[in-house]
């Protein structure tokens, strides 16, 4: 496998663990929502804790995480992006 | 010389503006206790901001077709993702967003949360591709990938539907916030609302309304996080509300059990004569409803919205003018940042103004009170008055129920200062968030279809020899164009026909979605097969929603995909038709199998030239 081919493969995993973690926040979560609401966060019902912050920062966080790995595999490779290309 | 002094300084001249304008929010507080009247200082909080953003978009203007289209690729990540935010967040995010969770509760939330997560469909599948491809616009990638104009024509019809659905909204809310704050009548605040918007974007393109941008993003979550923090200190529910509402939260269900959950019959309602618009509290704040139809319910509209943000071209767009692929990547991840900030807000806003008028015990509650004494109260008067609320005494006892307070979504945000008792001096600060949230979203579509059309259609397809002077003259005449005719429309009062804000998302991903996708992510995707997908797939989208919509036929919904949700049909069929017409037609050429492969490296130069 050549080097590009290699990034390639790299960079899809990457992003599946991203659109995986992606999926149980933004969905696995509210499919169980009626039952998970009975337990608590901060005094706050767990379901609705969720969708007013939860699952949001968890997004945030999934995104600057991303971003950085995918800055490292980007690095590893020797592709690394630089400004004014 | 100015340019790299000018971004070199952002944080400072963004520090000062922002400083200026808290200095600006303090005078108008002192001029309120000096006695200045409370229009005046509506008046001035309007008036002040917008003369500020059309001075900086008249800084902005620009000669250059890279600035115009893409602000010369050079907006620092941080900056970008406010830009973003505000881009993003529309007069509805702010003024609309607290009202329905007031009303609707967990139910309504699902808009939370698919108006985050697509984000993250957004970083991980198109923005930084999109980036490395260099394009101008959203159609110039899919005419350029799939090749042929057929193909752009395509993409420049779906992003023209799906913007245009969004603006008019976009343009009302700028008109309704004028009209009030200045004292005029609507008709006359759209078109004031307008010459604003285009004050702020004709003669700078992409590049004012960037910087235009950041200013807005700075009033609206100001506007939007004093309130809340002031409410929430003020009646000592906790210094910081997001993290210290449960017991309210808890408190409210309660409150819903003492007064009891009941939905009014339409038949009631209509002999009550309750205004168009108006509601009544019937859906749990924080209760799940039971059964897995629910569930379905609230996963299939996050999902439309989710998918529906990453597709829609005027935020596609902002990830264009980042100075670098990785810079497009973190500038995302700021965004949804920004934006968080506003989002995890709006539940907050909503759990403490239904608490001011839902708990009896609290000097501001008016539920299980007397009518009579209720009508007496200041805002409750003039808020009747304007049609924005109603009392209608369903069981004739004279006692205000749940069931019988009605008001209209929009006023929650607007009205909970005054509810609560501050000072006018915030309200005059909502108002003006309200505007700035509402004009940069306007101002982002707008750009989104001008720039379409004039890079699209006229330059690449009608005259490519246009000189950039010509090309940037026709570009500024259909921002004018556009607009006024939106504004057009909005001035006839007929948006309630055009639906709702969700449409826009469910036309982009009904169109738009997998040829994007797939266009990066699939070699083996072929002009025939992205042109089939385009078309059926908004035209079947289009046809079910006609068929959905109660206004229209009025069907029966299909497993619950009603006409807030009919991007899932649109986009399976377009994913369908796309697969199985790409593998019937030939494989791409190898030029164009090759610059996908470009595409998918980070480094080195874009695909397009600098000028194109």
């Not at chain 2, 779906?158 to 200045?182: D, E, K, M, P």
């Not at chain 2, 017991?247 to 019959?265: D, T």
Request: proline share 4%; hydrophobic share 50%.
């Amino acid at each position: 496998m050549s080097n590009r081919e290699k990034h390639w493969e790299k960079t899809k995993g990457q992003m599946i663990v991203t659109l995986a973690l992606w999926f149980f926040f933004g969905y696995v979560i509210f499919m169980f929502g009626e039952s998970i609401n009975s337990a608590s966060f901060l005094g706050y019902p767990l379901a609705y804790y969720m969708c007013a912050q939860g699952s949001l920062l968890a997004f945030v966080v999934i995104l600057f995480w991303s971003a950085n790995k995918q800055e490292k595999i980007d690095d590893e490779f020797g592709f690394t992006s630089r400004e004014d290309e | 010389m100015f340019k790299g002094k000018f971004i070199d300084n952002l944080p400072k001249i963004y520090g000062t503006y922002t400083g200026g304008f808290l200095i600006f929010i303090i005078l108008m507080a002192i001029a309120e206790q000096a006695g200045m009247e409370a229009k005046t200082i509506g008046i001035m909080f309007v008036a002040f901001t917008v003369a500020i953003y059309a001075f900086i978009g008249w800084l902005s203007r620009t000669v250059q077709v890279d600035a115009y289209y893409v602000a010369g690729r050079s907006v620092p990540t941080v900056f970008n993702g406010m830009a973003t935010a505000a881009d993003w967040m529309s007069g509805a995010s702010f003024v609309a967003m607290a009202g329905g969770i007031y009303f609707g509760g967990y139910t309504y939330m699902a808009f939370l949360v698919g108006w985050t997560g697509g984000y993250i469909l957004v970083s991980s599948l198109l923005a930084p591709y999109l980036r490395k491809f260099g394009c101008y616009t959203v159609p110039d990638f899919i005419g350029t990938r799939y090749g042929g104009n057929l193909a752009r024509f395509c993409a420049v019809v779906v992003l023209t539907l799906a913007s245009f659905t969004y603006v008019t909204a976009q343009i009302n809310a700028t008109g309704t916030i004028a009209a009030r704050a200045l004292g005029i009548p609507f008709e006359l605040g759209v078109w004031v609302g307008l010459v604003s918007i285009l004050l702020c974007s004709m003669l700078g393109g992409m590049r004012a309304v960037t910087w235009t941008q950041v200013a807005q993003y700075i009033v609206l979550i100001t506007a939007y996080l004093i309130p809340i923090f002031w409410i929430s200190n003020r009646g000592g529910y906790g210094f910081f509300p997001h993290l210290m509402l449960g017991e309210e939260v808890a408190r409210l269900g309660e409150l819903e059990a003492q007064f009891g959950l009941v939905k009014n019959a339409a038949a009631d309602i209509k002999a009550a004569g309750v205004p168009g618009g108006l509601k009544s509290i019937s859906l749990p704040h924080s209760g799940v409803p039971a059964g897995g139809m629910a569930a379905w319910k609230f996963i299939s509209l996050a999902l439309c919205m989710m998918v529906g943000t990453a597709s829609l071209p005027h935020i596609l767009m902002r990830y264009f003018t980042t100075p670098s692929v990785k810079a497009a990547r973190k500038s995302v991840a700021w965004s949804l940042f920004f934006i968080f900030l506003l989002y995890s807000s709006a539940p907050m806003l909503a759990t403490l103004s239904k608490l001011q008028l839902m708990d009896p015990t609290l000097p501001t509650g008016i539920i299980g009170k007397e009518i009579s004494a209720v009508m007496a109260i200041d805002w409750v008067s003039a808020w009747t008055a304007q049609k924005q609320a109603f009392i209608a005494d369903f069981n004739g006892d004279g006692i205000l129920q749940l069931n019988e307070w009605f008001m209209r979504g929009d006023v929650v945000v607007l009205s909970t200062p005054e509810v609560a008792g501050l000072p006018y001096v915030i309200s005059g600060l909502v108002a003006a968030g309200g505007m700035a949230a509402a004009m940069s979203t306007a101002d982002g579509l707008v750009l989104a279809i001008a720039n379409a059309l004039s890079h699209d259609i006229y330059f690449k397809m009608i005259d490519p020899k246009a000189d950039v002077r010509k090309r940037l003259i026709v570009a500024r005449a259909l921002l004018v164009v556009i607009g006024g005719f939106g504004a057009y429309i909005a001035s006839m009062r007929i948006t309630s026909i055009l639906g709702a804000v969700a449409w826009a998302f469910d036309f982009a991903m009904s169109g738009l979605f997998f040829p994007l996708v797939l266009g990066v992510w699939w070699k083996r995707a072929t002009r025939q097969g992205a042109i089939a997908g385009m078309i059926t797939g908004l035209g079947a989208g289009t046809a079910y929603l006609i068929y959905v919509y109660p206004k229209f036929m009025g069907n029966p919904a299909w497993m619950g995909i009603d006409h807030l949700r009919f991007g899932i049909i649109g986009a399976s069929v377009c994913l369908v038709v796309m697969v199985v017409v790409s593998l019937m037609t030939p494989e791409p050429d190898s030029a164009t199998q090759k610059m996908v492969d470009e595409l998918r490296v980070p480094s080195g130069k874009t695909i397009l030239g600098k000028q194109h």
